[in-house]
């Protein structure tokens, strides 16, 4: 199939019977579905053909890569380094064509093999900075591409490459055709959101020509204004509200007079700007409400019969028939068509409109209150809407208004009233999604939701739900609820996978809710979700299942208290099976599930402590490449002295624990691991005290910590003290070898005698 990849044809470049466009369409299905048997041959094939003479062969060596990079991602993740090398030569081949190909791979790499891909930066952004010079302009638009793609997933790893990336985008910018403008200014905006505050030298030249593109009214300078307005946005969102605010009139001016110009594009990112407004200045964005909230309102109310309504032409991108139904099937007789993808402007538009009112609520909260029952009316029609682009952003802004409400009512008389009849209202929707709606991804965010709700109000609001809560999750886990069950009559969903862990990773979320605002009392609920939620951690299961159900087992532990004794040595067993896993994911998970069992679990853990701490070992070594995983080992040990400090051989256990402190990355670590420590100081154990030395620079460290919270800090001084106490000037030269600042720090912490 692969050397169809480089058969020349005579046919319309978007024939898709032409024989290189029908083989990638086969491959990249055969990936999908058969991971381990298509990347062994195409990464065979790609080798040998990346040498060939013929640039159609090296053409078809990327463009297959690229192809199968969504299906076989896992098993190239682990070759990422020899298939870089191929794709990145590619890049610097004489033809055009393979170029091309080579920077369509590299976009392919840059959506779907994060977050690895992005640890090669080093030698992938300067071939990307190279790209975007290409002679060629195809080459050129495809690099600008996977340029935003990377960039999008970087943190503070694009510093360095700042200057270089913001001289050759600003320039590409101001001498662009049209369509590379546009694909620029996506990159642009995947730079500014990676670096943040560190975007601010570059934006005031940004913005002063999005102020250009802003203002443009002709049809084909309608799209760059709409990715104009879109980068506007984002640029705000990095140099943060005390810079933008002065200066915000004239972009919110010129964005909403691009409401008359009839461009359903440039409508729906307008809205997407207003979001980023309203999130940036929240109070500040009061006085604006007037004027953009109808603005909102009119997308929202569009005629749905445009959204709906199919043109047979061929000319049409914005509308895709799928899996059969046409316009003449009968299926728009049902109150919501069923399996149908469709997607048009409008649809967009309504979507993001939908999102904006939701942020427009949670950011300005009491000033949001003449548009809270329109907005409701929309949310409520948009929850049942036909696509579930529209329906995930209802569901997600319903949670939105709810806080508004909230703000708004709670200090008026009938405001409990009113409160009640919204959050029945939202609530109603919520189970009705989850049981009802055929989207995974929005029955996914109906979960989250109700989590949240949960986790935010308690157990008291909620509390009349519970059965048909519990009754909803209990479905979704068996998976027997209509989103699971619901069958394509199009090919296999590509997404599915995906979808599937989204979906159950949101389930998954519910559990910790109701331990979280149940305790104890969640207990018979949990036992008839335990069989359920522990089918998903089989072995023959994935990697991401098993580490669900865990992260799930030790937060339900955590919240739920001694009624986990129950499970000990079900959990315990998985768990020790875990903590060897090759995804530093599970390790991670599967320590702190470790440590929230033995805290919990009673006596009946004690006879796993010796394998834990076996299984723990490993994580505290050098062979452990995962910083967050060594600091939930340090958490579950610290849990495990604090729960049964006598089945510890603390003389073995301290110096292995001590020498990973610091904490690295899981602060959240950080309360139990230095809150065991300190009561081993302040109890004046006699084999803590061995390491006072240590204790010293660990202490110093937390004190001069950013991230470490004032509570650690305050239970550290106390250690501290205790330690000058007990040793008085001994412990002069220990502080005489911390620099100033350590000691300074540390002397802070003290608590004053």
């Known amino acids: 199939m692969c050397p169809l990849l480089a058969e020349s044809t005579d046919r319309d470049e978007d024939d898709d019977l032409a024989p290189d466009r029908a083989a990638a369409e086969v491959i990249d299905t055969m990936a999908i579905n058969l991971a381990k048997h298509v990347f062994p041959p195409v990464f065979e094939f790609s080798s040998i053909s990346s040498q060939n003479a013929n640039p159609k062969f090296r053409e078809a060596a990327v463009t297959a890569l690229g192809v199968i990079s969504e299906g076989c991602l896992e098993l190239m993740k682990g070759k990422l380094e020899p298939v870089l090398r191929i794709v990145l030569g590619a890049l610097r081949d004489p033809e055009q064509m393979v170029r091309g190909a080579a920077s369509f791979a590299l976009g392919q790499f840059a959506e779907h093999l994060q977050p690895e891909i992005v640890s090669h930066h080093n030698i992938v952004l300067p071939c990307m900075l190279n790209a975007v010079e290409d002679a060629s302009d195809e080459v050129k638009e495809k690099s600008y591409y996977a340029l935003a793609a990377f960039c999008e997933e970087m943190g503070e790893e694009i510093l360095p490459y700042l200057d270089p990336l913001m001289g050759k985008l600003l320039g590409a910018l101001q001498t662009s055709p049209r369509h590379l403008q546009e694909t620029c200014m996506s990159a642009i905006g995947s730079v500014a959101s990676a670096a943040e505050q560190a975007f ?63 461009f359903s594009e440039l409508r729906e990112y307008t ?87 939701g942020l427009f609520a949670q950011h300005t909260k009491r000033s949001y209150a003449p548009y809270i029952d329109e907005t409701l009316k929309i949310l409520v029609r948009h929850s049942t809407y036909f696509h579930e682009d ?66 935010g109000l308690g157990y008291m609001a909620v509390e009349p739900y519970v059965p048909r809560l519990v009754e909803a999750t209990l479905v979704l886990l068996r998976g027997e609820s209509t989103c699971q069950l619901i069958e394509s009559d199009s090919e296999a969903d590509e997404d599915d996978t995906e979808h599937d862990e989204v979906l159950m990773d949101a389930v998954s979320d519910l559990l910790p809710a109701f331990a979280k605002s149940m305790g104890a009392q969640f207990a018979p609920i949990f036992a008839q979700l335990f069989e359920p939620l522990m089918k998903f951690a089989k072995q023959s299961r994935p990697p991401q299942d098993r580490t669900m159900v865990v992260a799930t087992l030790a937060e339900v532990a955590q919240h739920m208290g001694a009624p986990i004794a129950g499970y000990v040595d079900a959990v315990m067993q998985l768990v020790l099976k875990e903590l060897g896993s090759p995804d530093a994911t599970n390790r991670r998970n599967a320590a702190f599930c470790a440590g929230e069992m033995c ?44 729960a049964h400090p006598d089945s510890i051989p603390l003389g073995q256990v301290l110096p292995v624990l001590l020498q990973v402190l610091p904490l690295k990355e899981d602060y959240e670590e950080s309360t139990p691991v230095y809150g065991c420590i300190c009561n081993l ?70 608590p004053k005698s």
């Open 390 to 455: 529209v329906r995930l952003q209802a569901i997600i802004s319903l949670k939105y208004i709810l806080t508004a409400v909230q703000a708004v009512f709670e200090y008026r008389n009938e405001g409990t009233a009113k409160i009640k009849e919204v959050f029945d209202t939202i609530m109603e929707i919520y189970l009705k999604t989850m049981s009802e709606d055929d989207d995974k991804e929005v029955v996914a965010q109906a979960c989250m939701s109700v989590a949240d709700i949960m986790n």
């Open 200 to 262: 601010v030298p570059y934006a005031e030249r940004v913005l002063e020509l999005m102020k250009i593109f802003m203002v443009l009214t002709n049809d084909e300078d309608l799209r760059s204004r709409a990715r104009a307005t879109e980068l506007a946005g984002i640029v705000a969102m990095s140099v943060g509200r005390a810079r933008m605010e002065p200066i915000l009139p004239a972009f919110i001016e010129a964005a909403i007079s691009g409401f008359g110009l009839e």
């Open 599 to 642: 805290k919990n679990g009673g006596d009946s853990v004690l006879k796993y402590y010796t394998d834990v701490l076996s299984r723990l070992h490993p994580l505290f070594g050098e062979s452990e490449p995962d910083n967050a995983a060594r600091d939930n080992a340090a958490g579950a040990v610290a849990r495990m002295i604090m």
């Open 681 to 750: 100081v302040l109890s004046s154990n006699s084999q803590i005290l061995a390491f006072v030395p240590q204790l010293v620079n660990i202490f110093a460290q937390v004190a001069v910590s950013a991230v470490e919270t004032p509570e650690v800090k305050v239970h550290i001084g106390r250690a501290f003290a205790h330690l000058m106490s007990l040793y008085g000037h001994q412990m002069q030269p220990l502080l005489g070898n911390l620099s100033p600042a350590h000691a300074n720090a540390l002397a802070a912490i003290a």
């Open 271 to 357: 809205h997407g700007f207003f979001s980023n407004v309203a999130e940036l200045l929240e109070d500040g964005f009061t006085q604006y409400l007037p004027h953009i909230v109808p603005l909102a309102f009119s997308s929202c109310n569009l005629d749905d019969g445009s959204a709906v309504d199919i043109d047979d032409s061929d000319g049409d991108e914005n509308v895709t028939e799928v899996g059969g139904v046409s316009s003449d099937d009968e299926a728009h007789d049902e109150p919501r068509v069923r399996n149908i993808s469709v997607r048009t402007g409008v649809l967009d538009e309504k979507a993001a409109a939908t999102q904006a009112l």
